[in-house]
Antibody, heavy 120, light 107 residues
């Protein structure tokens, strides 16, 4: 079975840093594009970042550009999100996700999420 | 970047009702449109991909239509377990974008 397990979320002060991890299993990790998606308390889904299979193509939402860095280690079946200069508005559940997209539009999986709280 | 706009933002309906949620893209996305269902405390679940294809295991009362910029999700006969929040998401670009969500509540 496909599994995505996020970790690393915790309470952090404004301006601080945090590194989220996502451990993947049950599929060929190196063959799939990966994403981070977040959801602030009581709010909708917000796409945060994308990384291609090799890591050669990376995109960020404008809200996190210059502060967050996505990366992956295909040898370790792991996805990461380095979060710097954190703000209160970054408080959210962060999901690691394979978003259904060509050529596998129905291959869509999400982790259970990890909570990041930015507060003093 | 592509923007996705859903309507309505909330909807009250009764068991057995037929409901429709609409989603509009800021530019043509062909049929690269996903619909998700999310229940409180859970990760989103893919219902419909490629605008009209039903994900495996999803009841046939769910259907999707549309292409280009305008899309709809229809639930033909609401069941108690369908009360949740629904999101559209464009898969045309790797810079994924979600609609703001439609919360479906019991009348």
């Amino acid at each position: 079975d496909v599994q995505l397990v996020e970790s690393g979320g915790r309470l952090v002060q404004p301006g601080g840093s945090l590194r989220l991890s996502c451990a993947a299993s049950g599929f060929t990790f190196s063959s799939f594009e990966m994403n981070w998606v977040r959801q602030a308390p009581g709010r909708g889904l917000e796409w945060v970042s994308y990384i291609s299979t090799t890591g050669g193509t990376i995109y960020y939402a404008d809200s996190v550009k210059g502060r967050f860095t996505i990366s992956r280690d295909n040898a370790k079946n792991s996805l990461y999100l380095q979060m710097n200069s954190l703000r209160a508005e970054d408080t959210a559940i962060y999901y690691c996700a394979i978003l259904g997209r060509e050529p596998r539009p129905n291959f869509d999986y999400w982790g259970q999420g990890t909570l990041v709280t930015v507060s003093s | 970047d592509i923007q996705m706009t859903q309507s309505p933002s909330s909807l009250s309906a009764s068991v057995g009702d037929r409901v429709t949620i609409t989603c509009r893209a800021s530019q043509s996305i062909s049929s690269y449109l996903n619909w998700y269902q999310q229940k409180p405390g859970k990760a989103p679940k893919l219902l419909i991909y490629a605008a009209s294809s039903l994900q495996s295991g999803v009841p046939s009362r769910f259907s999707g239509s549309g292409s280009g910029t305008d899309f709809t999700l229809t639930i033909s006969s609401l069941q108690p377990e369908d009360f949740a929040t629904y999101y559209c998401q464009q898969s045309y670009s790797a810079r994924a974008a979600f609609g703001q969500g439609t919360k479906l509540e019991i009348k």
